[in-house]
């Protein structure tokens, strides 16, 4: 075999050689490459996803600074309420006796208007049973006053307050302004100055013409 023979030979032998490891390279590359974009493009994803598990994250400081205010507005509200129930319980009561203590005043009234229209001296005549009345309505005064009761007093001349009298007539007056409380027909009462039991009142209609 000649010498060109023989180059000719080896350099068709090597031929495919080349041509494979060319193929294998190229094989690898595009192997390499497809591995390459799914974690190029998983990686947006992994880097996405901390942040919308941070976004969806509550703000716990927040949400016990609210739960901590909202508490402790319920705890003032609740002692408000007990102390509310505390103060005001006896009110009924205490509005049934109202009655017998106008009944004991009238009484004593008309008492001490026969006395006066009776004797002219001016010394004390009161009989012992018209005494002991005006004791047991003394006692009864300073109970309710014990308990946070108190009457309404010098309510004439005064305005017309809706809250705590109740206007049952109006009647022209000499001596009080139009709109202003010239008589009291029943005494107004207040309970730790709120309202038991509203004035019945008259109100002036201004000058008789």
Do not use: C
């Amino acid at each position: 075999m000649s010498k060109k023979e023989k180059e000719e030979k080896e350099a068709e032998e090597a031929k495919p050689a080349e041509q494979f490891a060319e193929e294998a390279k190229a094989a690898a590359e595009a192997k390499a490459a497809a591995e390459a974009k799914p974690a190029d493009e998983a990686k947006p994803a992994a880097e996405a996803k901390p942040a919308d598990e941070a976004k969806a994250e509550p703000d716990w400081k927040s949400l016990y600074a609210i739960t901590l205010a909202d508490f402790d507005n319920y705890k003032k509200r609740a002692a408000r309420d007990r102390e509310d129930v505390y103060r005001y319980a006896e009110s009924d009561i205490l509005k049934d006796i109202l009655p017998t203590v106008d009944n004991l005043g009238l009484a004593l009234g008309s008492a001490k208007a026969e006395v006066a229209n009776s004797d002219q001296s001016g010394k004390d005549s009161a009989s012992p049973l018209q005494k002991g009345v005006q004791m047991v309505y003394d006692g009864l005064l300073k109970a309710l006053a014990d308990h946070g009761a108190k009457p309404m007093e010098d309510l004439v001349g005064k305005e017309l307050d809706p809250n705590f009298h109740e206007a049952i007539a109006t009647l022209p007056s000499a001596d009080i302004e139009k709109g202003k409380i010239s008589n009291v027909a029943k005494t107004g009462w207040t309970l730790n100055d709120k309202l038991l039991r509203a004035a019945q009142v008259v109100v002036s209609a201004g000058k008789p013409e």
